[in-house]
């Protein structure tokens, strides 16, 4: 089997040729269809989160391990079915859920495999999909996608996921409140999608560049501001008419976290999804004054990808615009990415 891999941080992918594996156990082997090029892929490549202050928090300190196979928003078909694997067929197209947890812990017992502290995420700890195969250890994370395109369903398993999750955090207040979308790329115009689906009472969307808030504005958004401007956080409450209960942070920068922070009503709650970086001080008596909750969320668990899946099918969810390319292609693709010059989400097709 072929792969393009990060064979070190900050260099190109590397074509590695591999004997393709054979599954063992409850393991599934898949035959890759469609994988998505994340923004995470660039912090993987890039081998580093920036914490803020100068300080880095490096990858391989988390147990991330070269060479590395990146890619986590797979949909492949499958191809060879390990002799204790139940559910799937050979042929089935299906999406791999690549936030797998040990299966073992408290944590991935209850349902949370996203949060288990010894995780084996495909693209990230263990091989993933930017390949023609790929191996997944068991068939409960496989999902149907029915009559969806592959390229269209890839992206689901990232970043619907993280926008689905981000929702589901808030709560039933969607239903009545405004919301603040700070940023308007690939998630945020998810996240619009979504919350319409969700029947939601809509989003005032925030980010800096005049095409994405235009999109924004075309996707449904109640408003669109410009994060740039020096009253931005009077605008969003002008346009929410008042404080707002809920911001999500799809950029996770320290103007984006203060802003969505400046935003809030008491009571309000600002979910940072975005990893950019940097940091920000906040006065404590701010939190039990304004009753404020800050909250990260980390993609979603494998209940509420079968959730969202089910809410695209239901609610015929509009795709975000694709873009495919060959396997080949892989490494062009990030380093675009990664120059801000890709609308949408790029899939690779191999
Ligand atoms: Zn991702
Ligand atoms: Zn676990």
């Known amino acids: 089997m072929r792969s393009y891999d990060v064979a070190e941080c900050g260099s190109p992918l590397k074509l590695f040729e591999r004997p393709t594996p054979k599954p063992e156990g409850a393991a599934v082997l898949l035959r890759v269809l ?3 090029v994340c923004h ?5 490549w890039e081998g580093y989160y920036d914490i803020g202050g100068g300080k880095k928090l490096k990858l391989t300190d988390r147990g991330v391990a070269l060479p590395l196979t990146m890619g986590h928003e797979t949909v492949g078909e499958v ?3 390990g002799p204790e694997a139940e559910g799937v067929r050979v042929g089935d197209k299906r999406l791999v859920f690549p936030w797998i947890g040990c299966a073992d812990c408290a944590v991935c017992r209850r ?3 996203q949060l288990c502290l010894a995780p084996r995420f495909l693209g990230v700890f263990r091989a993933g999909g930017y390949a023609d195969h790929i191996l997944v250890p068991h068939a409960r994370y496989l999902l149907d996608i029915g009559t969806m395109p592959p390229a269209q369903a890839a992206p689901y398993a990232c970043s619907g996921l993280t926008a689905y999750g981000a929702l589901k955090r808030i709560g039933a207040v969607l239903k009545e409140e405004p919301l603040v979308i700070l940023g308007a790329g690939g998630l945020g115009l998810m996240c619009l999608n979504l919350l319409k689906a969700m029947r939601g009472r809509g989003a005032i969307v925030v980010d800096t560049d005049a095409g994405k808030r235009e999109a924004a504005m075309a996707a449904g958004a109640l408003a669109a501001v410009d994060g740039g401007a020096a009253d931005a956080a009077a605008q969003v409450k002008k346009a929410a008419g008042g404080g707002v209960w809920a911001a999500i942070d799809f950029v996770g920068a320290t103007s984006t976290a203060r802003l969505a922070v400046d935003t809030l009503t008491k009571g309000g709650k600002v979910i940072v999804v975005g990893l950019f970086g940097g940091d920000i001080t906040l006065p404590l008596p701010f939190l039990p004054l304004r009753a404020m ?5 980390y993609v979603g668990s494998l209940a509420e990808m079968r959730e969202l899946l089910d809410l695209v099918h239901r609610a015929h969810v509009p795709s975000i615009p694709i873009t495919t390319r060959p396997l080949d292609a892989a490494d062009a693709t ?3 990415l990664r120059a801000g010059k890709l609308v949408g989400r790029a899939v690779l097709t191999p």
């Open 34 to 36: 469609a994988a998505g």
């Open 40 to 44: 995470s892929d660039i912090h993987i």
């Open 79 to 81: 191809v060879a079915i």
């Open 111 to 113: 349902g949370e495999e």
């Open 293 to 297: 909750t800050i909250q990260g969320s």
């Open 334 to 336: 990030l380093q675009e």
